[in-house]
């Protein structure tokens, strides 16, 4: 599966659900972008700027323009590359068709073909929530964010890929709170506050249920429901463990190589293909007729949490 069709896929996800930002309705003529940076340059080289991002294509072959891959996701490195280049080029006095050509020349300007899965790397899972078997052959680590509108959508997958390899395949949960959004980073934290009491799956399934609305207020409304002891909950929120738990899962998933969410990794190997179980069968089939699960790059989940 290319990296064409990845984006696609992310893009797709998001008319669908139809939970864009407004912003992302009107990419043409918003002044700030998300990750672009225009500080440092004179109101002149802002407007260049503003100018190539919004009639340059992105590198990535989302088919869309910079800009409007910058409002439309966010997480696309290729389009925060070129533009990051482009100012570069316009704060060190370069003009226009200059500032076009040092993004033409830079290591963004091409797209290379990602693998399906990625060289495997090593993360950190012990404590973290998990289900599946412990003897299973395949181990997902997702790295993800329960305000993401493409975590959601991705569930039904990612649940009937467990499904369907009952036995072979386990799942481990990683917080990847997003600062784009407001919400995510309190959610990570009431997701391992419930993990504390065995409530995580629980809480997870609620929460991806509401994600348009994770307020505390919400949250703690979902946690009652759930049946979880209240004042240990509300205190396990604001304590410095849960908060440096979120800050540790975020740490590991930088260090693996997430630029977004959802990311899973099977066996330690980054998967690069849409999050679709007819997709991900032709993988999975794969790797269970290679190496024993004694040999993933996954450390330990002693002491995790099962659904």
Request: aromatic residues 6%; contains cysteine; hydrophobic residues 45%.
């Amino acid at each position: 599966m290319s990296r064409f069709d990845l984006r696609r896929f992310r893009v797709a996800v998001l008319a669908i659900l139809g939970t864009c930002f407004a912003a992302a309705q009107d990419w043409k003529a918003v002044t700030s972008l998300p990750g672009v940076d225009l500080q440092g340059l004179t109101p002149v080289q802002q407007a260049t700027a503003l100018k190539i991002l919004r009639e340059q294509d992105c590198t990535c072959q989302c088919g869309m323009k910079m800009a409007e891959c910058r409002v439309k996701d966010p997480s696309c490195a290729y389009s925060n590359g070129l533009s990051e280049t482009v100012i570069a080029a316009l704060k060190a006095g370069k003009g226009e068709k200059e500032a076009i050509a040092a993004a033409a020349g830079s290591k963004w300007a091409k797209a290379e073909p990602a693998k399906i899965l990625a060289d495997p790397v090593q993360i950190p899972v012990a404590g973290a929530p998990v289900t599946g078997p412990s003897s299973a052959a395949i181990t997902i680590v997702e790295f993800s964010d329960f305000q993401c509108p493409y975590c959601a959508a991705a569930i039904p997958e990612i649940n009937a890929v467990l499904k369907a390899y009952p036995k072979q395949v386990k799942l481990i949960f990683k917080q990847f709170p997003l600062e784009i959004h407001p919400q995510a980073d309190l959610a990570a934290a009431a997701a391992i506050a419930a993990n504390k009491q065995g409530k995580f799956w629980a809480m997870h399934d609620a929460m991806f249920a509401h994600h348009n609305d994770l307020s505390r207020k919400s949250i703690l409304e979902m946690a009652k429901q759930n049946g979880l002891n209240m004042e240990r909950f509300e205190n396990d929120i604001d304590s410095t463990e849960v908060r440096e738990t979120v800050v540790r899962d975020v740490q590991d998933g930088e260090k693996a190589g997430v630029e977004g969410t959802p990311t899973l990794f099977l066996n330690g190997q980054k998967y690069n293909g849409p999050i679709q179980l007819s997709y991900m069968k032709l993988v999975f089939d794969k790797e269970l007729g290679r190496a024993p699960a004694a040999n993933t790059p996954v450390a330990s989940n002693t002491g995790a949490q099962s659904r």
